[in-house]
């Protein structure tokens, strides 16, 4: 009878505190403390701040960013967890992208490279010689073998996502795919694209600045190493069409293509764990410290800051951070900031292959992509339903967190296989996922602002990052102390 009492009086502090809605932090989970708003708030003015120019992957800027990220970390106590005792894991990418130097002519008259004339993908582009112009795509009676074809751009089928917030990007990359594809296939040259009006405002807004920095490839891992021999597929602005039409119409290109290696940086950090078994395996907490760089000047600005995106989950990681090293779990805390995420989750898709520990010793990956902003009372859990998810026991144990902790209502609409803009697809828990580690993504969801100059610091909500920074850490603080470790759903995987 003498043990019973305290422990009632235990349970009835716990649940009081809970039923009240107040954070009981000397129960559940015992770092909470450490994690600050006043922290949050000044790292993500920091990083997300004018001085790291958007940390675009293929500068300088990602790679001063990284060094922000290492010192931080090493500032909150985490120990090095990258290659060779030191912060990182450096990898190069091999770029494509065309010279300066490159000159198109159509009779006669230059057009000027990326205003003028613009070449979706990098490929040796060297062309002499007369224009078949081709009324549609259908339009396939002329034999098109060898021949530089001109065509109007047509509307890809089907079209993309309606409210898409990338949607001019979609329809440009579609579009050019498609055409591209066709003329291939009739063995044409090359082909010569007249953008329609949706296609020049997708140029203006994002895509000629990705068509100009040319490719991000991870050599080894995925997508072929060389497309420098592809037919020429390339896209001029909408005046030209009446030139490419004219009789005897000619055109003279010779657009070389640069390839070189570039360097990337993983940031890895570790804080390890108390128990002498489960220390050995890791929760890993995952995010990417890149974003767009420098382009398109809006009001005034052209520095793509990527406050929410993401500046805000690289700053909640150091917290959780902070409160691993405060109080430790049984299994230790591995931080992996990701380089190059923008560039198509290049970072990720090089640790899950390469891991700095063992990849048995990761038991459960928790990523997040923007997690500042919208309503205070809701977030997204993705890999949270089916088919995404692939470990019920992870699930379980975030939507615990958050009944015990953070109360959001969490929405599963974005992690719906048949949701549009493939949110679940979009993010560094992927390659993970894939390998077939439990994986989980956190967000709070897009926002008008996303992938624009606006994505500032001054916009972020900083009660909700410290609501998600709380969230993410509650969960990893279960994983780390449940006896068991959380285990993979053979069913859930093979959907
Ligand atoms: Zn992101």
Redesign the pocket.
Known sequence: MKRILPVLLFAALYFNAFSQNKKPVSVFPPGLASIKETDLHKDIFELGGDSFRGRRSGTVDELRAAAWVAQKAQEAGLKPAGDDGTYFQFLNLRRNRLGDNGTFSINGKNLLLWKDVYEPTPSETHLDGPVTWLRSLADTVIDLKGKIVAIKMEAPKPLPFAASKLWNFRYISLAVRQMGTAMRNHGAAAIIIVADSIAMDALDRAAGHNYKDGQYLLEGVSRPANTLRLMPVIVVNTVYAADLQAPNATVRANMPVITYLYPIVNVIAKASGTDPVLKNEFVLFSG?HDHDGVWRPIKGDSTYN?AD??ASVTVAMLAIGRAWVSHPGKRSALFVWHGA??RGLLGSRYYAVHPTVKKEAIVAVLNA??IGRNSIDSAALLGSILPHRNSTALVNMAMQANKMLTHFVVDTTWDNAKHPEGWYFR?DHLPYAQAGIPALMYSSLLHDDYHTVLDNPDRIDIGKLFKMTEWMYATGWLVSQSAQRVGVDIAGNKQ
């Open positions: 990417h990527g995106d993401n995420e923008e992509d923007m993010s």
